[in-house]
């Protein structure tokens, strides 16, 4: 959609400029070397999730113990015809990783939330948050960044309401 639009003059101009020819030396390791690399990936990408996990798992104990069913199931059930774009809305500005989205998507959909009002929801909070879209911004103009965030929304929210009616298939 981007590019059809020809948005391509909106991309900042160093990354337009930078030099796409890269040499890398690719290094030789043994494969002990591969196992001691292997684990300390996985040792700084557990390090970099767990706090997420941890913070999700927690929101969706709140959302299990303290939240009545029928709050939930009227504000992102189906008597509510808003509340894919109400779940889409409240997930751009937050900040989690997918992992930490988890349980608070099981919470949801154990309480009466639509599938697809829980998808947007989890969708929006990992592709368009605060940070991300800060990070984007360094990238890519204003009005590109706009067009980015509009058509995302859109495709959430579509996504969400595609889902939201075939749910029963699904589950």
Request: some cysteine; glycine content about 8%; overall charge positive.
């Amino acid at each position: 959609m981007i590019e059809k639009l020809h948005m391509e003059k909106y991309v900042e101009d160093f990354i337009r400029k930078a030099n796409s020819s890269v040499d890398i030396a690719s290094p030789d390791l043994t494969v002990k070397d591969r196992m001691v690399y292997a684990k300390d990936q996985v040792v700084s990408t557990f390090q970099k999730v767990f706090p997420y996990i941890l913070v999700g798992v927690g929101v969706g104990a709140v959302i299990h113990n303290w939240i009545p069913e029928e709050w939930v199931q009227t504000v992102l059930g189906s008597r509510n015809p808003l509340g894919v774009v109400l779940a889409t809305l409240v997930g751009v500005p937050m900040y989690a990783d997918i992992f930490g989205t988890i349980p608070v998507a099981e919470a949801l959909l154990a309480k009466g939330a639509l599938l697809g009002t829980i998808l947007s929801f989890m969708m929006a909070v990992t592709t368009l948050s605060l940070p991300s879209l800060i990070m984007l911004r360094k990238a890519i103009k204003p009005r590109l960044l706009g067009t980015f965030i509009a058509i995302c929304i859109i495709g959430i929210i579509l996504v969400g309401y595609g889902f939201n009616a075939f749910q029963y298939i699904f589950i």
